[in-house]
């Protein structure tokens, strides 16, 4: 599958962004061609395929967006697709513990499998994964690490990115 992507500054560093060819988000991330899917068989640079993704990007950042309105095209099993869709559940500013996902799913003995498809997101931000955290309400990890995870959180907490 062909993918289009852009690599873009941020306030907290550089963001790659891939969207397939019907322009939906396919991969996104803290970082370069590394924080896109490995699966893509090709990679081309398109900066106007990926403008709006970066629009609302560079908004969710700032502080102005709360909501994405881009079309997702995660690849993942099953169980992987459901967990992303929960995710894109939790309300701007809240968290959600890998248990109460877990105990969401029937299993609530799961929170480690949980735990492993929220790491597997591909699509950084959009899909946050970053709004669930430990049952004793710890960040716990994050791909970008824990200081990106606490600034994310209280960018949506305050308003105001505070990390750069």
């Keep these: 599958m062909k993918l289009y992507y852009d690599i873009f500054l941020t306030p907290l560093g550089r963001f790659a962004a891939a969207v397939d060819e019907t322009g939906a988000l396919a991969g996104a991330g803290f970082g370069g061609r590394e924080a896109l899917p490995r699966w893509a068989h090709e990679l081309t640079v398109d900066p106007q ?15 102005q967006r709360r909501e994405f309105t881009l079309h997702l095209a995660p690849r993942g099993t099953p169980f992987q697709q459901w967990v ?24 609530p003995g799961g929170a480690r499998a949980i735990g492993q498809a929220v790491g597997s997101n591909p699509i950084c931000l959009v899909i946050p994964c970053h709004r669930v955290v430990a049952a004793d309400g710890s ?19 305050t308003g105001q990115e505070r990390c750069s």
């Design 49 to 63: 395929a990926v403008a709006i993704t970066r629009r609302q990007i560079e908004e969710y950042l700032a502080g």
């Design 84 to 107: 992303w869709a929960e995710l894109r559940k939790i309300a701007f500013g809240q968290t959600r513990s890998y248990g109460q996902l877990a105990a969401d799913a029937g299993k």
């Design 139 to 157: 960040l716990g990890g994050f791909a970008y690490g824990v200081e990106m995870k606490r600034c994310l959180l209280e960018l949506e907490r």
